[in-house]
């Protein structure tokens, strides 16, 4: 793929579009389990895989226009897997109940550039308020479709775009955008043409910076985004804040039925000598819960390992610690834990108001040196409670290692 990447642009290479390359492959081994805790349906969910992640970004061609090429490769490995076993996110499952011994896909993205402005077309993993792609298993969900970046104004970064097809972690087909309807939360899992969004972020300050975006999932939903990140010195450590807000209402054809949310939440959180602390809130109204597109990563404060905390009017509360051994002198060791908390939650088919809670902790070491630079180690835990939905317990533990190819 490397070879077919510079190749094809040979005739417009030029020391930048050379010299600014970059490539890496990046391993991703994880081992997950989850336990439902319960008799009734699929009782566990345990799979072992491997994950390989070959990026290949170009610089650009010299000119008033610059010209580049980017490649995404992704390889997924099956290690271990029953029948009885499937659905972790991690492997395809086929017809006969079994899981994929392999699966792949290529992905290619054309970029051009104009002074501070980058168009590209082709394939994307946003990381947007309105749609964050998910990477949580051995690969991560990638997007198709157009989009352009631009930093003429210092301090300013504005962003717009439309993304019509999804492939998800675990697959090599690509979809149609799709509402997510966790616990029947819409009229259904509807599919959509593409998904439209701009966006404007804006660092005032060192301490201060705002953020708007909107989103339109094709006759289904239209979404506004606010949000605010303040930081300051306070004592011997520094204070942060996140706050933001959400509003959701059905678009179009609505159909996706009726949809009204306001999402509003924020995290607190104070840092000193490598302790960390964070007080989080999470307070969804209007008559749904909240609107997403299926499979991506919601940008809520209390989106966790398990659960997003997002029914209707639901009300959440999270308290969370971090601590960095770097500060007692062990570089690369770090641990958080965190207890999430939602009451009030108005679901389908329930009887009376739910409540649920979800525990989570994670230790992790990197490398620092040696033979074994840069390799993680991470292991990740949570139990999650509810009164409208199964019990689970799960573990992953994860190892990873990127190779510099450029």
Known sequence: MLVFSVAAWAPLASADFIEDSKASLQLRNMYFNRDFREDSGQSKRDEWAQGFLLKVESGYTEGTVGFGLDTLGLLGVKLDSSPDRVNTGMLPTGSDGRAADEFSSLGLTAKMRISKTDLKVGTFTPSLPVLKHNDGRIVPQTF??????????SKLSITGGQLSNVK?????????????????RFSGAVAADYLNLVGVEAQLSDRLSLSYFAAELDDVYRQHFAGLKYGRKLGEGTLNADIRLFTSSDYGRSAGGEIDNQAFNGMLSYKQSGHGLGLGWQLMSGDTGFAYVEGTDPYLINFSQINDFAESEERSWQVRYDYDFASIGIPGLSVMTRYISGTNAKVAGAAGDGNEWERDSEISYVFQNGMLKNLSLRYRNASYRSSFSRDIDESRFIIGYTIALL
Request: glycine share 4%; hydrophobic share 20%.
């Open 144 to 153: 198709e479709g157009a989009m352009i970046t631009s930093k003429e104004m």
């Open 168 to 184: 998800q972690r675990n697959s090599t087909d690509e979809q149609d955008l799709q509402l997510n309807n966790k616990n029947k």
